[in-house]
């Protein structure tokens, strides 16, 4: 799955529309793909270092809607599923 680690994801209600500003060139690539495929990725909030013992959780979302701009940025609008993700492994 695509994770996005998003700092101020702090808590995201099921079925929630969150709109985004996707400009940094990795998640613009990552959101081309999305868009070529089933159009979910994961969102985890935290980009601080998790200790150790702990596990870093995020919520799974969907696309419903996207629009490219001329300078490559994506304005995208997705909807939280109802599927958690859990981080297990982050090297």
Request: charged letters at 25%; glycine letters at 8%; a positive charge.
């Amino acid at each position: 799955m695509k994770l996005w680690q998003y700092a101020n994801l702090n808590i995201v209600w099921h079925l929630q529309a969150l709109a985004l500003n996707v400009f940094e060139p990795r998640y613009r690539l990552m959101i081309r793909r999305c868009l070529d495929g089933d159009r979910r990725f994961g969102m985890l909030g935290s980009v601080q270092p998790v200790p150790a013992g702990t596990k870093e959780f995020g919520c799974e979302v969907e696309i419903q809607d996207s629009r490219q701009l001329h300078d490559g940025r994506y304005h995208i609008q997705v909807r939280v599923l109802g599927t958690r993700v859990q981080l297990r492994n982050q090297t």
